[in-house]
Nanobody, 119 residues
């Protein structure tokens, strides 16, 4: 079995920072692209940022210059450093991991972590 777990969410004031983590564990041979998504109440899920196995990154326009995605391949973990947070960043943040398992390439999702930006 493969498990994906996010952590690091919480309540923060506008202008504050948080760092989210996403870790995959289980029977995997390699990890390809790792992606952060978020979904706010009443809104569609949106891609926040992703990072390839080679370290190439991609960001939503709404977070460019404020968020930084990174990964530690030795720990099978992706991070999202979020600075200058705004109330509109409030959402459940989830990650998805594109990996190669014992037999084939698959994707796995985590349960998500709540981020609330409020004074």
């Amino acid at each position: 079995q493969v498990h994906v777990v996010e952590s690091g969410g919480g309540l923060v004031q506008p202008g504050g920072s948080l760092r989210l983590s996403c870790t995959i564990s289980g029977r995997i041979r390699s990890i390809n692209t790792m992606t952060w998504y978020r979904q706010a109440p009443g809104k569609q899920r949106e891609l926040v940022a992703d990072i390839t196995s080679g370290g190439a990154t991609n960001y939503a326009d709404s977070v460019k210059g404020r968020f930084t995605v990174s990964r530690d391949n030795a720990k099978n973990t992706m991070y999202l450093q979020m600075n200058s947070l705004k109330p509109e960043d409030t959402a459940v943040y989830s990650c998805t991991v594109d990996y190669v398992g014992l037999v084939s390439r698959r994707s796995a999702w985590g349960q998500g972590t709540q981020v609330t930006v409020s004074s």
